[in-house]
């Protein structure tokens, strides 16, 4: 990292981060191209490292680079200001953003995939008690992101 002292060194303000970012970028590497979509996604903590989950279809690109492409790179950001300058050259900009690594996997198992979408679901809206049934469960690709490498970076106004 160039800038250093936007580096962030503290566990917990990067779980912080990763509790208000609401959207990820997974980066799948598709041959000659790289290939971003954006998700919304549920986290949590196993042991050291993080977790992220996510769903879709069970067709379409994103499902069929999971399965031939599973390393992955990701970013999440937030708290985006823009900070006027008198000259262009003036202009900055306050973030939050985490940046990582990991592997894919498609969640089969029927308790994962429910486990999975509750983290998705209490992430994105604050509840915990959904039900899901096996038809949904059936028919949606439920991903499992294992982190890797994370890192951190943040400018503050």
């Known amino acids: 990292m160039r800038r250093n002292d936007r580096a962030i060194q503290d566990p917990e303000r990067i779980e912080s981060i990763l509790k208000t970012c609401l959207c990820c970028r997974i980066g799948f590497f598709d041959g000659n191209e790289v290939y971003i979509v954006p998700v919304s996604f549920g986290f949590e903590k196993q042991k050291n490292s993080y977790v992220l989950y996510f769903h879709g279809a069970k067709a379409g690109r994103k499902y069929t680079l999971s399965q ?3 390393l992955v790179g990701f970013e999440m950001d937030t708290g ?3 900070q006027p300058g008198e000259n262009a050259c003036q ?3 306050g973030y939050q953003s985490l940046i990582g ?3 894919l996997r498609l ?6 995939k429910r486990h999975a979408l509750t983290h998705i679901m209490a992430h994105q809206t604050g509840q915990t008690d959904w039900d899901f049934a096996p038809t949904t469960l ?3 690709a439920v991903f499992r992101l294992d982190v890797k490498k994370l890192s951190g970076k ?3 106004l």
Do not use: L
């Open 80 to 82: 985006y200001q823009v």
């Open 138 to 140: 059936a028919s949606t």
């Open 101 to 103: 690594q990991g592997t």
């Open 107 to 112: 969640v089969e198992d029927e308790t994962e």
């Open 91 to 93: 202009y900055s900009a």
């Open 154 to 156: 943040e400018h503050i």
């Open 68 to 70: 031939s492409a599973p």
